[in-house]
Nanobody, 125 residues
Framework: QVQLVESGGGLVQAGGSLRLSCVASGRTFSSYAMGWFRQAPGKEREFVAAISWSGGNTYFADSVKGRFTISRDNAKNTVYLEMNSLKPDDTAVYYC??????????????????WGQGTQVTVSS
């Protein structure tokens, strides 16, 4: 089992920055990839970014590419989402997730095995 805890959300003005963290515990060695998703009221959950645990390959949604970065600290079992140039459309609950094993689903698919509780990000205009 893997447990995920997000932190770092809050209220920020448009153009500002936030750094989200996700700490994984449990069977972290079985993690195949870590991803960030977000969900705004009335909208479906959408992919934001992901990083492969072993290879360090990164992936971004077109809506955040160039503004967000994803990184990891293997020693701390932590993944980060650096969010810059935030827009009101970025307002959502942000969730981190992990795939415990290989999946044929694309990296941007929400086919992840474990999810955190979410952290609220609100961007004011």
């Amino acid at each position: 089992q893997v447990q995920l805890v997000e932190s770092g959300g809050g209220l920020v003005q448009a153009g500002g920055s936030l750094r989200l963290s996700c700490v994984a515990s449990g069977r972290t060695f079985s993690s195949y990839a870590m991803g960030w998703f977000r969900q705004a009221p009335g909208k479906e959950r959408e992919f934001v970014a992901a990083i492969s645990w072993s290879g360090g390959n990164t992936y971004f949604a077109d809506s955040v590419k160039g503004r967000f970065t994803i990184s990891r600290d293997n020693a701390k079992n932590t993944v980060y989402l650096e969010m810059n140039s935030l827009k009101p459309d970025d307002t959502a609950v942000y969730y981190c997730a992990t795939r415990a094993r290989f999946s044929i689903a694309p990296i941007h698919s929400p086919a992840y095995d474990y999810w955190g509780q979410g952290t609220q990000v609100t961007v004011s205009s």
